[in-house]
Every structure is written in C-alpha cells, then in structure tokens.
C-alpha cells in the first residue's frame, strides 16, 4: 500500500486518484486560510513553480484546529486564488485526524509518526513529502516553511 492507492475529492467536487501523480514527488498539507501560518501557501506555490515538473503540492482544508477553516469549498477556491494565486491541486475539505479522518491520512500519520510516536496532526500546515513511488518519506511541523524542505525535496529527486 502507498498513498497512490487512495483517491479523494478535489475543491470542484471531483473524485481524484493519487495514482494521477505518479512519478511526481507529492508534499501534501493540510490547510487553512484564517490560521497564522495560511502565509505559507506563499511558500508552498514557491515550490509548486520551482520544481513543478517533479513535484506537486496538495492541499487539504481541514477545519479542526479552531475552526480556521469555515469556508465552503468555493469560497477557500476563491481565497487561494485571489490571495496566493495558488496552481497546486487543493482538495474538499477533510479531518484529518479521529474517527472521520480521511483515509489517506490515516496511512500518512502510521507512516510516518510525528514527534515521540504520535499519529495525531497536531495543527494546520502539517506537511507529508511523499516520493515517486507513493512512499512517505518524511513529516514536517506546521512551524516549518516550505523553504525549509527544498533540501529534502532536492535530495529526493
């Protein structure tokens, strides 16, 4: 099992298949756009444009942590366009963590713990960068920027 084998709905309502980004490294975030750290869509589009022939960013609204992700699926469309003109692939709204967490979830936090064993996401822009093959490579804090992972990514292709 690799996160190609999962499949969710994009922002317009669309079923999905990871297994469309095959071959790609994927760097997949939950998000928010009324949190502090929403700045770093900035930094996650910096990526999309710099390594966009081997990389995409995915983005998952997520409204658990102090509800800082109220909108509908139209109006967080609208708020990555208009304010970080975001092109990476944003999905529906998910949970990411508990019993309703999506599934792909689920498989990313086994795979690959946060600090002390933890599965659970502890807040917004909790970033997963997953290799060519599916396989989870690494997990990041939502304190850490996206500038911060270049050297990963870099190192990954």
């Known amino acids: 099992m690799n996160v190609h084998d999962f499949s969710a709905r994009d922002i317009k309502g669309e079923e999905r298949k990871l297994s469309d980004f095959a071959g790609k490294l994927l760097l997949i975030v ?4 009324k949190c502090g750290l929403t700045p770093q869509y900035e930094g ?4 999309q444009q710099r390594f966009g022939n081997d990389l995409v960013v995915l983005g998952f609204p997520c409204n658990q942590f102090g509800g800082q992700e109220p ?3 139209a109006e967080i469309a609208t708020f990555c366009d208009l304010n970080y003109q975001v092109s990476f692939p944003m999905f529906s709204k998910v949970d990411v963590n508990g019993a309703d967490a999506h599934p792909l979830y689920k498989y990313l936090t086994h795979e690959v713990p946060g ?6 996401i502890k807040w917004n822009f909790t970033k997963f960068l997953v290799g060519r093959d599916g396989a989870p490579l690494a997990r990041y804090a939502p304190m850490t920027k996206p500038e911060e992972i270049e050297k990963d ?3 990954a292709l």
């Open 71 to 73: 909108g509908t699926e």
């Open 153 to 155: 990514i870099e190192k």
């Open 30 to 33: 939950n998000t928010a756009s």
């Open 44 to 47: 996650l589009e910096k990526l």
């Open 115 to 120: 600090i002390l064993g933890t599965e659970a």
